[in-house]
């Protein structure tokens, strides 16, 4: 465990990726200025049509512009605090906390660049970028799974309570449990994409994504309060089953929301754009 420690210091990581988080909030809150002040696209074979597209987008897009605001802030907030402990053993575990948001604002930045192209396709005559941004959020999306699963397996490797159970065979249960976790609510996801409107699809993803922002930040003050012990190194244990349940639960369910939101958007599309040609 302490070479792993001494590979990174997740202290000094978490300073920079606070940084990181401020910088896509910034960005995100200026985007969002643009698309409250500017006009939007046309869509449609009429003006009530075209109203209604560029409605319906502009809510999709406001609203996806401040849950990643939200979750910047939090995230790089946590971060922050992250940064000024002592021992790396902790900051690992902090760290893991934190980075609940990294992944949010991650999924949602790309999928606000999705819109925004949708949004504005017509108007400025993207032509085919907003197919490509969707390939970009699903290049990220993979990436992020695989941070994810990275640091899923170092808590499994390094948690007193996971070891006992599954001893040596940590990745193997970890990546197996993950990918079937993540495989059955994808085929969920497709199976009833055609039966839930877009907009409330849209308010459970953004609601998805602003639960857990808010949970990781309840669970950080938690442990940094009153479950942060000076044990924890000796232990030879990084984190507990708490933690490797929040952290799951909080990158992969806003991560499946807003993916299969982005995939129901770019099928929907794609079928817009075969029935025009």
């Known amino acids: 465990m302490q070479d792993f420690l001494n590979f990174t210091n997740f202290c000094e990581l978490a300073v920079g990726y606070a940084k990181w988080l401020t910088a896509i909030s ?28 560029k409605n319906d987008y502009r809510t999709l897009l406001i609203g996806v512009l401040f849950a990643v605001i939200f979750s910047s802030f939090i995230g790089a907030l946590l971060m922050t605090e992250t940064g000024s402990v002592q021992h790396n053993s902790e900051g690992f575990r902090l760290f893991m906390i934190a980075s609940i ?38 290049a ?47 085929l969920l996801t497709y199976y009833f994409r055609e039966t839930v409107e877009m907009v409330r699809k849209f308010h459970f993803a953004v609601i998805v994504c602003v639960i857990f922002s808010s949970v990781s930040a309840l669970y950080y003050v938690y442990v940094i309060e009153f479950n942060m012990n000076s044990q924890h190194i000796q232990q030879n244990s990084l ?20 993916t299969g939101l982005a995939i129901y958007l770019f099928s929907k599309l794609r079928d817009g754009s075969k029935n025009s040609a």
């Open 101 to 138: 948001n990294v992944h949010i604002s991650i999924i949602l930045f790309f999928f606000a660049m999705m819109l925004l192209s949708i949004f504005y396709a017509e108007t400025l005559k993207l032509g085919d970028q907003p197919y490509a941004v969707f390939y970009f959020l699903i």
């Open 140 to 186: 990220v999306d993979l990436v992020s799974f695989a941070w994810f699963l990275s640091m899923l397996i170092s808590s499994f490797k390094y948690s007193e309570f996971t070891r006992a159970i599954f001893i040596e065979e940590y990745w193997v249960t970890a990546s197996i449990s993950s990918l079937i976790f993540m495989g059955i609510i994808y």
């Open 26 to 53: 910034t960005v995100s809150t200026t985007v969002l200025v643009l698309v409250l002040t500017l006009g939007g696209c046309k869509e449609g074979k009429n003006e009530e049509e075209r109203n209604r597209a």
């Open 239 to 258: 984190s507990n089953i708490n933690d490797i349940l929040i952290y799951t639960f909080g990158v992969l369910l806003p991560k499946i929301a807003i």
